[in-house]
């Protein structure tokens, strides 16, 4: 276990997470993301031309030029500044969607607001806020919200619930009581899209119902699989009692595949972000023909982004490459075929 000295501020957490997430392995132990059941069945003779693959999608009432979102991982910290300005330079080059972490930080201390701030780098991506959902038990409101979006000039708001993280920190909030009312409240009251996303445990169907009928625009899934943050917790871990605590969550939560079809029973009609553990653009195509809209990574481009824009330019280029031969090679033109396309399941 890494030795982390424990200063209660969201600011050093911010400097714990990128560094864990950098430096230690925090992959679920055994937990998979279910993606590896699916295939895609060949297509031989898919009577197109790759040029003529159209991989864009509409989201928000802006067109992504692929389907990828740079998943929701940081802020609140001058390293989490450089890595989000990497992160965004790319994205705009790409025209690929972007989350910001979450943005307490910057609304405690506005002195921290720079480290979210990315439109300098990219004016036209579309591009998330980022606010815990359980902070709505603690004081924040419209009010707070709306100072997210302002921060950033947000596309959308995300309201992020990780409940189990937060209840194996030492300095968790923990009170998730009543939470679904206010989260109505606040997509009533905030003047942009509000997205519902979980951190790494994924949605059940019935919670996806029920956040559809609270007013979310969007769901993203972010299953089981990949980042496991009671791993990350058991890094930071003050005492060997809290450790323990942590680590025996390694393997909790839904496979991101199975968080991707209960969203789509539950809500068929909001667009479905499928987020945790994808690798690859064949894990996002396989995402989007499960029913997904998009599919969203953090870690390798947290990875990518510590060392250079170069390196996540590369990676987007890598994805993009990957999701539109899969299309190819499975017969899908355009997003709204692959979606359609049946998948083979072992």
Not at 7 to 23: A, C, F, G, Q, Y
Not at 102 to 107: H, K, L, P
Not at 206 to 230: F, K, M, P
Request: proline residues 4%; charged residues 20%; negative net charge.
């Amino acid at each position: 276990m890494t030795e982390v000295t424990q200063i209660p501020t969201t600011e050093s957490r911010k400097v714990d997470h990128i560094k864990i997430n950098l430096e230690q392995n925090v992959q679920f132990p055994r937990l998979t993301t279910g993606f590896e059941r699916y295939r895609f069945l060949h297509q031989a003779l898919p009577e197109m031309n790759l040029k003529d693959v159209d991989a864009s999608v509409k989201l928000f009432g802006k067109t992504l030029r692929a389907p990828v979102v740079i998943s929701s991982m940081t802020g609140g910290a001058e390293l989490a500044h450089r890595i989000n300005q990497r992160l965004a330079e790319a994205a705009q080059q790409h025209g690929v969607a972007m989350g910001l972490g979450s943005q307490r930080a910057g609304i405690e201390k506005p002195e921290l607001a720079y480290s979210y701030q990315v439109r300098n780098v990219a004016p036209d991506i579309v591009l998330f806020a980022n606010i815990g959902a359980v902070q709505l038990n603690y004081a924040y409101g419209e009010r707070e919200c709306r100072r997210a979006v302002d921060m950033i000039e947000a596309d959308a708001l995300i309201l992020h619930f990780n409940v189990l993280q937060e209840a194996v920190q030492p300095e968790g909030d923990t009170n998730f009581a009543g939470l679904l009312g206010k989260v109505e409240t606040i997509c009533k009251a905030v003047p942009v899209p509000v997205i519902a996303k979980e951190v790494g445990w994924g949605f059940s169907e019935q919670n996806v119902r029920d956040l559809a009928n609270a007013g979310v625009s969007a769901i993203d899934v972010a299953g089981a699989g990949g980042t496991s943050w009671s791993e990350v917790e058991y890094h930071r871990a003050p005492s060997t009692f809290h450790a323990q605590v942590a680590a025996s969550f390694a393997d909790w939560g839904i496979p991101t595949a199975d968080a991707v079809r209960y969203a789509v029973a539950a809500a068929p009609h909001l667009p479905i972000i499928a987020s945790g553990g994808l690798r690859n653009g064949i894990d996002v195509a396989k995402a989007i023909a499960l029913g997904a809209t998009a599919g969203g990574l953090a870690g390798p481009f947290l990875k990518a982004a510590d060392h250079s824009v170069d390196s996540v330019d590369q990676l987007l280029r890598e994805i993009i490459t990957q999701i539109r031969i899969t299309m190819l090679c499975s017969g899908a033109r355009t997003i709204t075929d692959l979606q359609r396309t049946p998948l083979l399941k072992d």
